[in-house]
């Protein structure tokens, strides 16, 4: 174990208690605490909460909630991340409410300057920082953290147009506040080594997620916020949240090594082409030093299983996945992230009935996408080789009622959402049948770059395939949408082809659907997707130029329901190897 890892396992253990008195015992009120003191007691609770102890953990900042920058931005991340991963409108409320608190605590912390002088200061000439207590200093940084948080609830908590406007300025001055917390990094003189690492950690991750998430912007947005100030470089990203992730005796150290391990394998599969030689790498590392400090927090036995996931160990990963889900938690609703997966692994390995009711589950206790859940149980029922007369009903109802249950953010429903929705008319207008539902769904969300070079499983999934074809030939023929049907299997097979090591093959099914593309009468998303895989196997043979043109002509296609996807892909794929 390393010494970093070593230093925070006995911190720790001197939290890991049985009475709650304990967990609060160095956080009396009544005893003055400066702020490498608050900055420390803050780090110790915030391992206690990835280690499962929420509640604890929420106790032992409270009485100092109010007096303390850290303790307060703590209670607001902890609040927040339950809010965000629960979706509820009460955990949001209550984030937000929590968040606006430590604004008002980092306010009455800052430094006090009156517009004129602000305003002057900062044209004229850049402010003395050494003029700045450290709590100041650190105030700005806490203050910054806070902006940020609350922008993302206001995105999520109204689906209104004044409230997109709203975060998108609270970005603006978030992003401006992180570039002055730099500055200071780099012309203040620091007395005290330790508060300067907390400090660094927090700008590090906090301009490294910034870098991070603009770089995923489409080029002419990204230009645009390039040209008003905003920095999209997401190798500087990646760097700035490593350096972050190694400060293990930090607060912000864990969340960036966190940051780091979603991006490494849920964002780089689920937006990007799956593992590009480099990215599991870097998420075992991230892992094993994980293991060595939490290894029984929920958070780091998702990722355990996430990772066997993107490996293709499926059997690993829900035993892994199982083992998050059993795990004893004060909020239980952090288990529907394994639940999620436990979906998607059982279907990979042809297992539609063990489906089922993981998606009960999440339709029932979690709001993240009705719609979703509940297309997503029918079509796992449908694919279910045994379905009986009462499931085949109950698949009918389930359809009638996801149209209903699109949701709208800022005002604008979610394009996938609206995607599932149709998906759900379209099998009520072709008598209750429809073209591989599941294989579709995984598609969608970009599950089958899990697979590459899994052949048994490829082959099991092609079988399917055919058979899906054989059915569409002899019983629907006759269907006003037939061609659309046919090229959804071509490409779902040449997706298969290709990760199975066969990209001629899987070249002539993709080349089939593009010729198709004018008798194509609603899935024009089709014709976007075959492109982007012709991209791909140009890619994989090093015509960099011929895979690009592929690339920018899916991104034509304004049907297309995922045109996010396409440029996102594309970039990584193609741009970042040029």
């Not at 174990?1 to 160095?26: G, H, P, R, W, Y």
């Not at 106790?59 to 991340?81: C, M, Q, V």
């Not at 997109?164 to 007395?191: H, N, S």
């Not at 390995?349 to 009705?370: A, E």
Request: charged content about 30%.
């Amino acid at each position: 174990m390393s010494s970093e890892a070593q230093f925070v396992v006995t911190k720790l253990k001197k939290l890991d208690i049985d009475d709650l008195d304990d967990a609060v015992d160095n956080s009396s009120p009544e005893v003055d605490m400066d702020l490498l003191g608050a900055a420390q007691d803050t780090n110790a609770l915030m391992h206690l909460f990835i280690s499962n102890k929420h509640e604890a953990t929420l106790e032992g900042i409270k009485p100092w909630a109010d007096k303390s920058i850290y303790h307060s931005l703590a209670r607001s991340t902890i609040n927040f991340i339950r809010g965000f991963l629960t979706y509820e409108p009460e955990e949001i409320k209550n984030a937000l409410t929590e968040v606006k608190k430590s604004v008002d605590v980092c306010n009455g912390r800052r430094r006090r300057l009156s517009i004129v002088n602000n305003v002057v200061s900062k044209m004229v000439k850049r402010p003395n920082y050494n003029l700045y207590t450290e709590e100041e200093i650190h105030a700005e940084l806490c203050y910054a953290e806070c902006l940020l948080m609350r922008a993302f609830l206001t995105f999520i908590q109204d689906d209104n147009l004044i409230s997109f406007v709203k975060g998108g300025l609270r970005v603006r001055l978030c992003f401006q506040a992180y570039k002055e917390c730099q500055d200071m990094i780099e012309r203040r003189t620091w007395p005290n080594d330790a508060l300067k690492r907390h400090f660094e950690s927090g700008v590090k991750m906090g301009l490294g997620a910034f870098n991070l998430f603009i770089s995923f912007l489409p080029s002419r947005v990204l230009r645009l916020l390039e040209f008003v100030g905003f920095s999209g470089d997401r190798d500087v990203g990646l760097k700035l949240l490593e350096e972050a992730a190694k400060m293990h005796d930090c607060i912000r150290g864990p969340l960036a090594a966190l940051a780091l391990f979603v991006y490494y394998t849920i964002v780089k599969f689920a937006l990007g082409n799956g593992d590009d030689g480099e990215c599991l790498v870097h998420a075992e590392r991230i892992l094993t030093r994980m293991l060595e400090i939490h290894p029984e927090s929920i958070f780091v036995q998702f990722s355990a299983g996430r990772l066997d996931s993107v490996k293709g160990n499926f059997e690993k990963a829900i035993e892994l996945f199982e083992e998050s889900r059993r795990t004893e938690v004060d909020w239980v609703k952090f288990r529907h992230i394994a639940v999620w997966e436990l979906a998607f692994c059982h279907a990979v390995v042809g297992k539609f009935r063990q489906v089922v009711p993981y998606l009960d589950i999440l339709y029932r206790d979690n709001n993240w996408s009705k719609c979703i859940c509940r297309y997503m149980k029918g079509i796992a029922l449908l694919s279910c080789s045994d379905i009986n007369e009462d499931e085949a009903k109950e698949v009918i109802e389930i359809m009638k009622g996801v149209p209903n249950q699109v949701q709208r953010i800022s005002g604008k429903s979610i394009p996938i959402e609206k995607f599932f929705a149709r998906k759900a008319e379209r099998f009520l207008a072709q008598k209750n049948w429809l073209m591989l539902p599941f294989y579709e769904t995984m598609y969608i969300f970009n599950y089958f770059a899990n697979l590459k070079g899994k052949q048994d499983i490829l082959a099991a999934i092609v079988r399917q395939i055919e058979r899906g074809m054989d059915d569409l030939k002899e019983n629907h023929k006759d269907s006003a949408i037939y061609v659309d049907n046919y090229c959804l299997g071509l490409l779902l097979k040449g997706l298969c082809l290709r990760h199975m090591g066969s990209p001629l093959s899987a070249e002539e099914l993709f080349v089939e659907i593009y010729n198709n593309s004018k008798k194509i009468k609603e899935d024009k998303y089709l014709v976007s997707f075959a492109l982007m895989e012709l991209g791909f196997i140009c890619e994989e043979s090093g015509d960099f130029e011929q895979a690009v043109e592929y690339l920018n002509a899916a991104k034509e296609h304004k049907m297309f329901h995922s045109e996010y996807r396409i440029h996102e892909i594309g970039r990584a794929s193609c741009r970042e190897r040029v």
